[in-house]
Every structure is written in C-alpha cells, then in structure tokens.
C-alpha cells in the first residue's frame, strides 16, 4: 500500500499471542475492564471514561483545547507531547467504547469511519487479498476497489449469508471485513462461523459493529480481531459529529492502528470527541427507543399494499431474523423498505415526507430515510427503489402518519 506504512508488523508475522483473534491462553481470558467489569452496558455507557473520584473534581471531563503540550528531553512512555500523537480528551472516549465492546485495551479515534476503515484495510499488503460483503457501505466498497488500481490488491466480494460460500473465499485472504447486518440490504452473517473459518485460512478478522452497535452485538468476544464503528453513527448519536474508532483486545493491533493515525494525521478534533462522549451517554436509551418503533413500523409496512418488501431482521419473515435473533441482542432500527413501482415511485414517497427527514447517514435521534441507489458507487445489485430508513425517536405513530400518507399517494 502506500510508502509510509511498509514498516508496520503485518498480522502474520505476529505470535498468536499478540493476534487479538487466536485462541491463544491469554486470548481466551475474558477481557478484564476497570470500569465495565459485572456492569450491564447501559451502566457501562452512562459510567465509563469519568474522572477518578477526587473531592471537588468534575464528574465529566474536561475539554483540552491544546496543539502541544510541555515536553524537554527524551518523552516517557505515555507522555503527552503533541496532539496528533495523543490528548487527553481522547481518553475517557476510548476507554467507554472499549468496554462497551469489552476490549481489553482501549480504542483508537479517528477523524470519520472512513479513517478508521482506512487504519484496518492498512494491515492489507501491495498484492494481498481482502474479502468482504458485496453489499457494504458503498464508500469501503470504494476504498477496496482503490487498493485493487493501485496497489494490486485481491478484492473477493461475498454473500456473506451463505456462510459456505463465504468460507470458500477464504483462502489466501489477508484481511477479512465482515458487515452484519449489512448496509444496505441488512443479511446477517453468522459471525463465529466465519470469524473461526477466517482464522483458520490465516486471515485478520475485522467487523464493522456500526449498524448493531456494542449493545447489541460484540465480535471481539466471537474472536474477531478487530471492530470499527463509524462514531458519527448511534455511538455519538446526534448527527452533530463525524467520527470512526477502531477496538480490538489485542495490544499490538492497538499499538499498529495507533501508529496508522500518527503517521497519516487521520485525528479527531477534541471538542468533536468530547461531544460523542456525551451522547454515549444515552446510547442505551436511544437504541432501545429506535429498535421499538422500527419494529412496530416493520410490522406496519409488512402488511402495507404499496409495499412491494421489507427488509428487517426483527421480522420472523426476514431471512436473517433466526440467525439475529440467535447471535444479536436486538435487531437495530435500520429498515430496508421497496415501495411498489420502480424509482420514481420510491422518490415520491421520500418526497411527500414531512417528519422523515430526507438525508443520508443514519444513526441519529431523527428518522432518516434516502434512495441508496441515487449514489452511482451504491453495489448494482442493491434494489434501485430500495428506501434505507434510519429509525430515530420520535412518536412513532407521528412516524407511522407521515409513512403511511406518503405511501398511500402511489
């Protein structure tokens, strides 16, 4: 890949017990966390990454607006010296999103998803194999094609719900990258299969968590290596920030992706972080509210006759739902909603909205909903009136009157 990355340890070169994914003794230990340790996740996310209990400190922390810290001689290990290397506003934000994913060693922020997609598909050599879903976010999607013009990469795109014929691409893959529930078309892959298969043909597993988030789901403990979530989604949670994080229990992998961010300057602002700290904070609340009313209008939509399918796990006529139900603990509040006719019609109903707002990215306290297919890089196999719905908070019967006149003027 690019000439500044050629001098970090690639995976395969590492002993199983510096691989996050290997069943190595230390590896198979549950990961320990000061502060998620016997916590349910919605303690943990309230909970994590607070200041040391002192008589008179703040019980949040604070924001360090500072390009350069004091520094003469040689620095110590963990010592502060430059923003770009490392902040302390950084930290609690790390630290609450590791134990929510139970990792054993804090993340790593970085300025959008896209950058921390870009730290993983680093550990992909000129000439190495990726595999990942045919249908992911149309943006990593394009970061592999990238690789494969200019860096001679292998990309093998897969169903990742058939388990057999994802395992079967397998071999001579350096970096498997697993989507679940895809985006957009929301198939579900039965992650400890492939994550076991994976490892076995010598791969590093990562899996972008962003559409379950860590409430529901958490790959590092189906040994997965290493999880991503583009931040700017439910983690921070108010469409106000754009941010991604990478965690993994594996320190050297920390150490590696640490040193992509310093090396390529892919860093976050400190006021952006402190922001998705704060809306971490109820994140429990939100995923709880949001998996709700996508249920209820999944149900709705189901039985609507200007809609031609509905695609949602939560429904026990979704192909994914036994496997989600099984693997996920919730089902999300993305649904994939193909209204009759073609796409004009699907434009239509986004059109005759009032309370859906009309916007691509997801994850936020608002209802979302946009056309994949307006994007030219979106996978062609994605239905081209396919409507991605981004489920938010609100009333869901305001939700439901505005869907339902929208749908009914087809």
Do not use: C
């Not at 990309?155 to 079967?168: G, L, N, P, Q, R």
């Not at 972080?273 to 009313?293: F, I, K, P, Q």
């Not at 609507?304 to 996920?328: C, N, Q, S, Y």
Request: charged share 20%; no cysteine; proline share 6%.
């Amino acid at each position: 890949m690019t000439g500044d990355t050629h001098n970090f340890t690639h995976p395969s070169q590492t002993s199983d017990s510096q691989r996050g994914g290997e069943a190595s003794a230390d590896s198979a230990k549950e990961p320990e966390s000061p502060h998620g340790a016997g916590l349910a996740p919605a303690t943990v996310a309230v909970t994590s990454g607070r200041p040391d209990r002192v008589q008179g400190s703040p019980v949040n922390p604070p924001i360090v607006m500072s390009s350069t810290y004091v520094s003469q001689g040689v620095a110590a290990p963990g010592e502060l010296m430059y923003t770009r290397m490392d902040t302390e506003t950084w930290q609690p934000f790390e630290q609450a999103v590791a134990d929510l994913e139970q990792a054993a060693v804090p993340g790593v922020v970085f300025g959008s998803g896209m950058a921390a997609i870009a730290a993983v598909f680093s550990f992909v050599p000129a000439g190495g194999k990726v595999v990942l879903p045919r249908h992911a976010y149309q943006v990593t999607l394009g970061f592999a094609q990238d690789l494969a013009e200019r860096y001679d990469v292998r990309v093998e795109k897969v169903d990742v719900a058939d388990t057999e014929s994802t395992i079967a691409a397998f071999e001579g893959a350096d970096l498997v990258l697993i989507e679940s529930p895809t985006n957009p078309m929301l198939e579900v892959a039965d992650l400890p299969a492939l994550i076991d298969a994976a490892h076995s043909a010598g791969a590093l597993v990562a899996v972008d968590n962003t559409f379950a988030t860590p409430l529901l789901q958490r790959p590092l403990s189906m040994g997965a290596d290493l999880v991503l979530h583009s931040a700017t989604k439910y983690l921070a949670g108010h469409s106000d920030v754009v941010l991604g994080i990478v965690v993994s229990n594996s320190e050297h992998l920390v150490n590696t992706v640490r040193a992509y961010r310093t090396l390529h300057g892919s860093i976050a602002g400190p006021f952006e972080v402190w922001l998705a700290l704060r809306g971490l904070r109820t994140l429990a609340l939100r995923v709880r509210a949001a998996g709700e009313n996508a249920l209820e209008l999944a149900r709705r939509l189901e039985a609507h006759p200007k809609v031609a399918a509905v695609r949602f796990p939560g429904l026990p006529t979704d192909p994914g739902h036994e496997r989600a139900a099984a693997l996920m603990g919730g089902f999300g509040a993305i649904i994939g909603l193909e209204p009759v006719g073609g796409l004009e019609e699907a434009d239509k109903v986004i059109a005759a909205l009032n309370v859906w707002t009309p916007a691509t990215s997801l994850g936020g306290v608002e209802s979302t909903i946009e056309r994949r297919r307006r994007f030219a890089t979106e996978s062609q196999t994605v239905p081209e009136n396919l409507l991605r719905m981004s489920v938010g908070i609100e009333d869901v019967e305001d939700l439901w009157a505005d869907l339902a006149g929208a749908l009914d003027q087809l």
